[in-house]
Each structure stands twice: as structure tokens, then as C-alpha cells.
DNA sequence: CCCTGATTCGC
DNA sequence: GCGAATCAGG
């Protein structure tokens, strides 16, 4: 596949909207994510807020790899150019903010001594697209035990602990987070939805 | 282990 | 110009 003019088009509104490259590449069909990367820095547009944290910024690492010499590059690279266009720099990504919440009155609970168990939200605080997501997802979880979790599932406990109706959720979770989707999505609110409050 | 983007360099 | 291999981070 060649990057023609449409595929460079969808390249640029897809990367423009935060699409990862990955999900570029998948929609483009016929190419790697590495080809989407490759071509996105080649037409100049790379660096976009993303969480990851490999940034364009200068790494003099002097150190020699040892693996296959990749060349160390001394060379001062301003690539980082002022944005012709004043870019607002859209930023997709929620802020995670300081929303969860660890009260839980209600659940005198004997949480079992070990890690920390997730803040369990009240309901009357969540955005309703978040808990129907939350509710839907805890249909088909994986309803995992403690010991059943693993770095990459979702760690979302669902039930009381004292009782035997008690499992965590399971599902997969995405880079580095600690819950599923779903539950990052009840767990890290952007903001709002705890505005007013009065006095 | 899954994912992310960044960089290098032979082609 | 292209993109696999590699690197670096979550």
C-alpha cells in the first residue's frame, strides 16, 4: 500500500483526533503501526499530548548501547518547532483529578487485610453513561478472585467481601491502569459532577 | 504481557 | 519516502 492522498488525509484527521496508531493503521488497512508513526513524523505532525512517556525531549544518554549499535546522535535536533498555526493542542485524555472517593459508609465491611480494595462510588456521583457502562460490564465479567488477578485484568471488586457473592471484575485492563475501561471510567472522574454543593 | 509513541537507518 | 526493528515508557 502506498500512502496516497486519501490515506494520508484519514492519517492526519484520525491522529488529529487522538486516534492511537495502532487503531490508525487497523482502519488504513495494509499497514503496521510503525508505518502510520513513521509517516506521521515524516509529514511532521508527531507530537500530539499523549501519555506515554517517551517525549521528543533530549535523552543524551552518552552511554553505549550494547546491543546493535544504533548509532548514538549528537546532533542538536530543534525538531520541536513553534506551531505555525496557533494549535490549541486538543487534549482527549481526561485529567484524572483527585475524584475517587474512599468513604463507604454503608459497607461496614471487613475489607480483608491486604492491599487497599478500590473506593467504591455512590452512585449519585457518577455520570449515568459511566455506571450503565459499569453495570453492563459487570454482566460479563470474569468474576475473578483475589488471587486470580494479574497485572492486566481489572481489579474492580463488585459485592460485598464479607459474603461469598464477592468477585473482582477481571476484565482487561489498558495500559497501566488498574481497572477495566469501564471502571477507569468511574474510578478517575474528569471533573464537574461535584460542582455546587452549597455551603 | 498488554499497550503507547519515538527514533534509527537500510532499503 | 518508507517502515521494521528497536527503544522507552505506562
Same mark, same amino acid.
Request: net charge positive; proline share 12%.
Given at each position: ?80 518547532? %513553534?506551531?505555525?498555526? %496557533? ?11 483527585? %475524584? ?92 464537574? %459532577? ?6
Amino acid at each position: 500500500m502506498s500512502w496516497t492522498d486519501e490515506r494520508v488525509e484519514l492519517l492526519k484527521k484520525m491522529w488529529g483526533e487522538g486516534q492511537s496508531a495502532s487503531q490508525i493503521a487497523k482502519e488504513l488497512g495494509g499497514v503496521t503501526r510503525n508505518a502510520v508513526i513513521g509517516k506521521v513524523h515524516r509529514l511532521g505532525l508527531s507530537n500530539r499530548a499523549t501519555s506515554s512517556g517517551a517525549k521528543a525531549e533530549a535523552k543524551p544518554k552518552a552511554d553505549a548501547k550494547p546491543k546493535a549499535a544504533p548509532k548514538a546522535k549528537p546532533a542538536a535536533k530543534p525538531a520541536a518547532k %513553534a506551531a505555525p498555526k %496557533a494549535e490549541p493542542k486538543p487534549e482527549p485524555k481526561t485529567e484524572p483529578a483527585v %475524584a475517587a472517593k474512599p468513604a463507604q459508609p454503608l459497607r461496614k465491611a471487613i475489607i480483608p487485610a491486604g492491599q487497599p480494595l478500590p473506593p467504591q462510588p455512590s452512585a449519585n456521583e457518577i455520570s449515568p453513561e459511566a455506571l450503565a457502562k459499569v453495570n453492563e460490564v459487570e454482566k460479563t465479567a470474569k468474576k475473578l478472585t483475589l488471587m486470580e488477578l494479574t497485572e492486566r485484568t481489572c481489579k474492580w471488586p463488585v459485592g460485598d467481601p464479607a459474603t461469598s457473592d464477592f468477585w473482582f471484575c477481571g476484565l482487561p485492563v489498558q495500559a497501566g491502569k488498574p481497572y477495566c475501561e469501564a471502571h477507569v471510567g468511574v474510578a478517575f472522574q474528569p471533573m464537574s %459532577a461535584r460542582r455546587d454543593r452549597k455551603r
